[in-house]
């Protein structure tokens, strides 16, 4: 708590590690030593080792921002201080989340049992799961970034760092009030304020809240409206007691919501595969040709403004079994903005989240203090959108008046039109996406710090988290795709049961003595359906088997201790000693994904619902780690203060849970491994020549082992662990030159890389070998690897009549395999990526051949990013009590890529952001106001691609900054 604390008393803070002020001569007036000059650097005052230090005489890489930083550096919430801060780069995610990265390192897995890889915090407590990088900053007294491996001073293990959002509290005995208005392009409105009151002597309550609206950035081109807007709102109250002078604490309530339509992903790129007629000279026809196009094939994002070959998805390719369409239905070239998409519907995006903290701290005695904190955190969300972005050129086929033989199929799909219980009726093929869900989560942390006169001080700590996240009965949980294509086959297969009819090639099993009907050997439940669109009036329909539905119900119990002792070896030289113990407890219900499966075909132990748990996976990590360190604060010549340090650190973060695999599959491994870090860490941070100058460096070393990341199978994200090793170099400097200027520099330099890594890239699974061919599995709509010579000969027995049109379907399926003599074949062999020759038959069917990633660069690891700011003030216009201050800053970020591998499609691009600023402040009267403009020059930036399945057609998924956003900013405070 802040008794009677004047929070203008730092002008400026947070261009890199230091906080900056341009002190005045007068707030040097008691001083003995004040300096000539009006120029200054000051410091500001941070918890990142859990007790108040000056951020110079913190001996880790840090950097903070108090709410004046915040403002001028146009950090409006957490993507900004990529901006700000080296080594550090951002991208959203394409399930509602978002990958905050430090030094490369960040959460490239895609689980509900995932950890962050950079802990984010708010007021020192973890958060299960939050919106603190989509919501926007307000009432903030400071943000730190904490650069390197955490574990024993935050309570959840963080391998990349941590970012922790410190809150403005109660001020006592003092009244305090502001509000800031904004509006800017885009329709933007803001309203942020502030009031604190006190109540007697040991009470106050501070109360906060935001609220910011603006149309989208994006244009729906069908519907004709601005979409991926925002309508948010924010409120903070904040209630602090200090009873007695050695018992204080603070109690609060902070609730977030949102309501409006926020794009999850951005455009749809891809580089069309077409279907082929030939192969080898080999005519290809009818159903033969099914098989031949992957989608989407590997180039480069900007050649990749295509369309996807829709026959090649799960959806489009059973819209064709059901005779529904013919072939491909995107024939029409795609509109190359980015911000310019087409969907029959804008989509939906809803969150909430609210969070209860409690912090307690008693003076045991003067030299001895503990703290509790409490937390207990609601949250939840859901999105749909269009899962494509891209409208249909061909409509479904209308059979009207075909005869006889179309009967069925008129009387299912009467003009050619679908009626889906979720979709509602068109007679275009539709597909959506909704991703969702709740999380609770309960933290209970316990410190105990010293300060004692002699050698020896400790901050020691334990923690307890329990959390859990999906239930399977909510509706808006998990993950959906829903396409009219897929309910289309259902019907036609329910018909076709209830009919009694066997289709012609069906593997349905025999019962009875006779062969179960229908395409899927009998009835798929489907919830009943009057027209209506009820994913977009916020209802979803009943759960059924015509869609797929991917859900994880997730719940961890964690304990940890942990810890530093700090020894005073001499005045000038201290030693650190940090450890921790964790014992996470993972478990996860087995939901298996029901798509397209009969009742009678549920586990026996789900009595006929697809929602009830067939089983428990579990994981347990047990881990010691721990942290060492020197710092040195020698006396030099040729600076006012420096700090030396080094140090080595284990980090550790848990291991997790797959997503659910279809029933009875098993594709990938139901667990993940953990990460571990061993990291190494030099830093000097100094100020000199009369305060005016400060330059801080650091250098870090890691070996990485068991790095977590994604990629789909069969329409599932497993997660797999690699091994890397990371270095790099941070520059920090600040110079005020003359009176009231001030520049900044921030530099930071990465080597991001795989070792001892192999694996098969999905969008080259054959990696490059002309003597294997990469062609789709006509049931699930995933991809496999034969041999040419073996494609070939299938090829050529269908045009010699020796096998039927479409047999090359069962390729996939190993409908040939073992048969290779029967067509005088025999084995062939390859290369793997780790150098080892394999041998397989030439009709066999594979997942791939693997790739040699070592050497690689991790994904979203930039190797630059470099920040360049001036400042200037004019002090007292005309001698009045008005200054205005100009800023600029600019930001370059260096190329990266999206995957481990590295291809033309995988490469993002370097780009750049200018910001300006021109504010008019009156500390007297409490009155400012603000010009400003974001990425003045309009850069359209891609930050990140995720690559979707096989069964979607691999097309890739881009993410944005923002555009150019301009605005003025009115403050007044009391």
């Known amino acids: 708590m802040t008794r009677k604390t004047d929070s203008k008393t730092v002008l400026f803070a947070g261009a890199s590690v230091l906080a900056i002020g341009l002190f005045a001569q007068g707030a040097w007036a008691q001083e003995d030593d004040a300096p000539e000059s009006t120029r200054t650097l000051a410091t500001v005052t941070v918890t990142t080792q859990k007790t108040e230090q000056s951020i110079q005489d913190v001996p880790i890489a840090v950097s ?17 201080l990529v901006k700000a801060v080296p080594n550090v780069s951002f991208t959203k995610g394409n399930f509602t989340g978002a990958n905050f990265k430090i030094r490369g390192i960040g959460n490239d897995a895609v689980a509900q049992s995932s950890d962050n890889g950079v802990g984010i915090h708010q007021n ?27 574990g024993t001073l935050y309570g959840r293990n963080a391998t990349g760092g941590v970012v922790n959002i410190i809150t403005a509290k109660p001020v006592f005995e003092e009244f305090q009030a502001n509000l800031a208005l904004t509006a800017g392009n885009f329709n933007t409105q803001k309203i942020q304020g502030m009031v604190n009151l006190p109540i007697g002597e040991k009470l106050a309550l501070r109360v906060a809240g935001a609220y910011t609206t603006r149309d989208g950035y994006v244009t729906n081109t069908v519907t004709g409206n601005d979409i991926d807007g925002r309508d948010v709102r924010s409120i903070r109250a904040t209630l602090g007691f200090e009873p007695t002078e050695n018992f204080r604490g603070w109690l609060s309530y ?71 369409l013919n072939g491909d239905v995107y024939t029409s070239p795609l509109d190359k903005d980015l911000r310019r998409i087409e969907s029959f519907n804008d989509g939906l995006y809803k969150a909430k989240q609210d969070i209860y903290t409690l912090k307690l701290e008693l003076d045991l005695t003067d030299n001895l203090k503990v703290t509790s904190l409490t937390s207990k955190q609601n949250s939840s969300q859901y999105s749909v959108q269009d899962y494509n972005r891209t409208v249909p050129d061909v409509p479904f086929n209308d059979l009207t008046g075909a005869g006889p033989a179309a009967a069925l199929y008129n009387s299912l799909f009467p003009g050619g039109f679908v009626t889906d219980p979720e979709l509602g009726t068109s007679n275009f093929l539709t597909t959506f996406d909704l991703s969702g869900g709740q999380t609770e989560t309960f933290t209970q942390e316990i410190r105990m710090q010293s300060n004692f006169d002699g050698k020896l001080n400790f901050n020691l700590g334990a923690i307890y988290v329990d959390g859990e996240a999906i239930d399977p009965q909510d509706p808006f949980a998990g993950y959906y795709v829903i396409s009219n294509g897929l309910t289309g086959l259902t019907q036609l297969n329910n018909a076709l049961v209830g009919l009694g009819i066997v289709p ?38 009943k759960d059924s088997g015509n869609y797929y539905r991917s859900l994880s119900p997730y719940r961890l119990e964690s304990t940890a201790f942990f810890g530093e002792a700090y020894y005073d070896v001499t005045d000038t030289l201290k030693f650190t000693l940090g450890l921790r113990y964790t014992d996470d407890q993972k478990e996860q219900d087995v ?22 748990p067939t089983g428990v996976l579990k994981a347990d990590f047990q881990e010691t780690t721990g942290r060492i360190g020197l710092d040195w604060s020698p006396v030099l010549s040729f600076t006012d203060a420096t700090l030396i340090y080094g140090s080595y650190a284990k980090g550790y973060k848990g291991g997790g849970l797959n997503p659910p695999q279809p029933a009875g599959s098993n594709l990938f491994p139901p667990t993940f491994e953990p990460e571990f870090v061993n990291a190494f860490e030099i830093g000097t941070k100094n100020t000199f020549a009369n305060n005016t100058q400060s330059l801080n460096l650091s250098a870090f070393n890691y070996d990485y082992q068991g790095y977590q990341i994604t990629q789909i199978v069969n329409r599932t994200s497993a997660n797999f662990n690699v091994d890397a090793k990371l270095s790099g170099l941070e520059v920090e400097y600040l110079w005020t030159p003359a009176d009231n200027w001030l520049l900044t ?29 990469a062609i789709k599995n006509a049931s699930s709509y995933s991809n496999c690897v034969v041999s040419a010579q073996g494609y070939a000969t299938v ?13 090359s379907r069962g390729l996939c399926a190993g409908a040939f395999a073992g048969q290779e003599a029967a067509f005088g074949l025999g084995d062939v062999t390859y290369v793997d990526g780790n150098g080892d020759t394999q041998t397989i038959g030439a009709l066999t069917p594979f997942d791939g051949i693997s790739k040699d990633a070592d050497g690689n660069k991790l994904p979203g690891s930039p190797e630059y990013t470099l920040n360049l700011a001036a400042e200037y003030t004019f002090q007292a216009l005309g001698n009045s009590d008005w200054d205005l201050t100009i800023r600029g800053d600019y930001y370059l970020q260096g190329e990266s890529y999206s995957r481990i591998f590295n291809t033309p499609r995988d490469q993002l691009d370097s780009w750049s952001n200018v910001n300006l600023a021109l504010v008019l402040n009156n500390d007297v009267s409490g009155w400012a106001v603000e010009a400003f403009a974001k990425n003045l020059t309009d850069e359209e930036v891609i930050t990140g691609a995720y690559l979707t399945d096989d069964s979607s057609g691999l097309f890739t998924n881009v993410f944005l900054t923002e555009p150019a956003l301009y605005g003025i900013t009115l403050r007044k405070s009391w």
């Open 254 to 324: 902070d609730h977030f919501e949102e309501d409006d339509n926020r794009l999850r992903s951005g455009k749809e790129l891809c580089k069309k595969d077409p279907t082929k007629t030939s192969y080898a000279g080999i005519p290809i026809t009818g159903l033969d040709t099914l098989i031949t196009s992957l989608g989407c094939v590997d180039a480069p994002l900007d050649q990749s403004y295509e369309k996807t070959n829709s026959a090649s998805t799960l959806a489009g390719g059973l819209a064709i079994a059901s005779g529904l």
């Open 591 to 612: 939901v298996p994904t029901a798509l397209f499966t009969p009742t009678f075909a549920y586990p026996a132990v789900q009595n006929g619902d697809p929602l009830v």
């Open 745 to 773: 520099a921030n530099l930071g330099l990465l080597k991001a890389e795989l070792k001892d890594t192999a694996s098969i890239d999905v969008l080259d699974r054959t990696a490059g070998n002309p003597n294997f061919v």
């Open 504 to 541: 012609a090639g069906s593997t349905c099993p025999v019962v009875g003595g006779n062969q179960l009907p229908g395409i899927f050997c009998g009835a798929v439940p489907i919830a009943p359906s009057d027209g209506t669109a009820t994913l977009f009036t916020g209802v979803p329909a």
């Open 795 to 807: 090829l050529g027995a269908i045009q010699a009549g020796v096998l039927q049109n479409g047999d």
């Open 64 to 80: 903070a921002f108090d709410e004046d930083a915040i403002n001028r550096l146009q950090l409006t919430g957490g993507a900004d």
């Open 124 to 150: 020192d407590v973890p958060l299960g799961a939050g919106f603190l990088l989509e919501q926007e900053y307000f009432d903030i007294e400071r943000v730190e970034v904490l650069r390197g491996p955490q």
